[in-house]
């Protein structure tokens, strides 16, 4: 069963820096894609930044410059700096990995997101 646990979220002054953790297990890195998605109060769930299973690495314009995605062989990070007030969102860590309990989010260019971890809060004050 794939398994996702995200930490690290809490309240950082705009300018400010926080680093995400994803504890992932149940599945292979090298075989699927992993990655970060976002979802501010009353918008839509924002893909961020993904490791493709070939390890080449997209981010966003939104972020890119200021976070920085890394894993190690069970962990996924998110290095976000110089934080701004519209970062401020609930942060998941997602694979593509199917997964019969969650609908699958569908990124343009990659396979199906279909597991998901609970979230961690993130919120820049200004």
């Known amino acids: 069963e794939v398994q996702l646990q995200a930490s690290g979220g809490g309240l950082v002054q705009a300018g400010g820096s926080l680093r995400l953790s994803c504890a992932a297990s149940?599945?292979?890195?090298?075989?699927?894609?992993i990655g970060w998605f976002r979802q501010a109060p009353g918008k839509e769930r924002e893909f961020l930044t993904a490791?493709?299973?070939?390890?080449s690495i997209f981010y966003a314009d939104s972020v890119k410059g200021r976070f920085t995605i890394s894993r190690d062989e069970s962990t996924l990070f998110l290095q976000m700096n110089n934080l701004k007030p519209e970062d401020t969102a609930v942060y998941y860590c997602?694979?593509?990995?199917?997964?019969?309990?969650?609908?699958?989010?569908?990124?343009?260019?990659?396979?199906?997101?279909?597991?998901w971890g609970q979230g961690t809060l993130v919120t820049v004050s200004s």
């Open positions: 997602a694979t593509t990995t199917p997964s019969p309990n969650a609908t699958p989010v569908h990124v343009p260019g990659w396979d199906p997101f279909g597991s």
């Open positions: 149940g599945f292979t890195f090298d075989d699927y894609a």
């Open positions: 490791i493709h299973a070939s390890g």
